[in-house]
């Protein structure tokens, strides 16, 4: 089992920026990917980015490609959602994912394990 805790929502004006971070913890001696999702009110839960086990892959969707950055400390057990130049769009829940295994994906169904994520609203 791996608990996955997010942290760094708040409240910021469109353009402001946040940090999220995702501390895992339980059986971290194994590896796995990890990556961010989000989930706005009455939409459908979708991927926002990605990252490999190492660190030196990643990916992201179209709507934060050069605005996010996703990234993983030295331990490999926490995290970085660093999203800048916020847009109210962006406002959702975010949660972090792991997946068993050395390679990211875009596809929740992927993941097998979930934080409960971290409220981030962007307003006008």
């Known amino acids: 089992q791996v608990q996955l805790v997010e942290s760094g929502g708040g409240l910021v004006q469109t353009g402001g920026s946040l940090r999220l971070s995702c501390a895992a913890s339980?059986?971290?001696?194994?590896?796995?990917?990890m990556g961010w999702f989000r989930q706005a009110p009455g939409k459908e839960r979708e991927f926002v980015a990605a990252?490999?086990?190492?660190?030196?892959?990643?990916d992201y969707a179209d709507s934060v490609k050069g605005r996010f950055t996703i990234s993983r400390g030295n331990a490999k057990n926490t995290v970085y959602l660093q999203m800048n130049s916020l847009k109210p769009e962006d406002t959702a829940i975010y949660h972090c994912a792991a997946r068993l295994g050395i390679g990211y994906s875009s596809n929740q169904d992927d993941y097998n394990y979930w934080g409960h994520g971290t409220q981030v609203t962007a307003s006008s």
């Open positions: 990252i490999s086990w190492s660190g030196g892959v990643t």
């Open positions: 339980g059986q971290t001696f194994i590896t796995y990917a």
